[in-house]
Structures are given as C-alpha cells and as structure tokens.
C-alpha cells in the first residue's frame, strides 16, 4: 500500500524471520528513513522517502538484502502470503495429521481461493481410507513420536502425491513443525509462545516459492534420526554485544573530514610559527617583517 502526502511517500514492507534489529541496521546503513517495529518474528517496516523513485529505491535495497524474509506491503499478511505463494507456483498442500490441521485450517479458510491449494482434510488425514494407511504405514516405527511423525509426513505426501505435507508435534512447551517434501522434510521446534501456527505458513511460503528457510530450521532426510538440537525450541538471534555501530549518514563523514582538515592545516601553520621564532611565539610578527620573501621556504620544504 502506498500513498502520498504531500510531498512525501511512505509504505510499509512486513517481514518474517528476520531480527528487528537486523532490519533495523540495515536501514540505517543504507541511509532508509524507516521506523521498524517488531510483533514477535514477523517485523514492519514503514519507509519513508521524498519521491517515489526514493520509495522505490528504498524498497529495493531492503528486497536485496531480506529476499527470503520480506513476504509483503500494507495490508498482506503472513496466510495470505503463503496462498499466494502455493496458488503461483502450483503446490498442493495437505496435512497429515489433525494437529496441523487445526494450525491451519482456521487461518486459511477465511482466504480466498485456499481451496485450490489446500485440500482442508478432506483428500488427507480426514479421509478414513486414508488414514488407516497412514496409520499402516508408521504404526510399526520405532523411537517415539518424532521419528513417526517424520515418516507419517512422508507417507501422506507419497499417498496423496501433494507437493508439499505438514505434520506437527504438540508438547508441553513447545511444538515441532514438519513440512514434507519429496526428497526430505525440514524440521523446526518452536515455544508455544511463540506463534508455531506462523511459523508453519512461513515455512510453506518459503518451500512453495523456493527460498531458503529461516536460520534454525533444519533439513532432514527420510528415513534418518532428527538430531537432538533440532528438537529444542529456536528463537530469533539476539543482537551481538561486540556488534559494529552502524554506518553514520554520509553527512557526518563530511563534517567529520572537514574538521581533520582544518586540525591538519592548523597544526601545519603551527609547526611553521615556531620554526621561524625558534620557539618563541610573540616575536612572530617581527620575525615576518624581517624576513624577504625570497627568504621563505618554498613548498616541500624541510622545516627541520
């Protein structure tokens, strides 16, 4: 969405996965007037520029530098995004479980034409036949719910021949989303207080449009034990202590360098003064007048 006031023009890019203050950083870099705010993982941020070719060169330099994170502008949100994305790229999604079922089906069924892109059960874990072959199919799985659910995932995307299936695992504190596709899965753990619905729809944003999934979620082969550190729970990165300051507006550079300059050339008449008084300031006038100008060392001279 953008509009204009005046002379002004402003929008505002939503991005998920990506550290507030990343974003944040990065605007400052590249000389954005932006006033970021952060909602858990997903980030809004509201550019400003005086025309629209600034808006839009604003606009670029963040697309280039948060690809995989930048998912809108205005009014789109994260499940809208996430339709969109199957529905341009035609992939079918389904669930294998009633679990990630009700992570989904809440948020999609209000989008329209999810329908095309989702099957909401119906061709999947909601159908009987179905679901005794699933069950078949992972009943005889050995090391407890995870690797289950990873070959349930499997399973339901093999059975339905969907692009892509989700699965999840509840727990007390935290969650495990997996999303299947053909060749592997990709597993992330999420706490509970952290939104484990929007992490799943940008996990399928990301796998429908074929970006890279956000730092922390892992790539897992079928048929392969999930390693233990991909089952704890994974936040955002917190900013670094050592962190460099981030670049200063081009303005300050000049003001700064100015001020060298004028430090430099001072010191330089300095170094000049007490060469021609032999260190005593106050007879510097004297000194000049007797002085010819003959006498004056020329550029590049030695002062000692």
Known sequence: MIHEE??????????FGAPLWTVQQAAQQADIAARCRGRGAEVLAALQAETPAGLEKARKALNGRFAAELYGEGEMTLVHAAVQALETHRRLLVCCDADAGTLLEARLETVPGAEKVFDFGALSYADAKIREKLSARTCRVKGGPIPAKLARVQAAQRLVGAD????????????????????????RTVANTDAPALWLL???????????????TSWQKYGKAVPADVLTARSLPDKPENTAPAKPPRKRHRVRNALIFLLVLALAAFAAAWYYTGGDLTALPQRLQSLGADSLPHAGAKLI
Request: aromatic fraction near 4%; include cysteine.
């Open 202 to 216: 940008d996990m399928i944003r990301r796998a429908a449009s074929g970006l890279p999934q956000a730092a922390g």
């Open 164 to 187: 892509l299936a989700a699965g999840c695992v509840e727990r007390a504190e935290d969650t495990v989303l997996f999303l299947g596709s053909r060749r592997g899965c990709w597993v």
């Open 6 to 15: 005046k002379t002004q023009t402003t929008c505002v890019l939503r991005l």
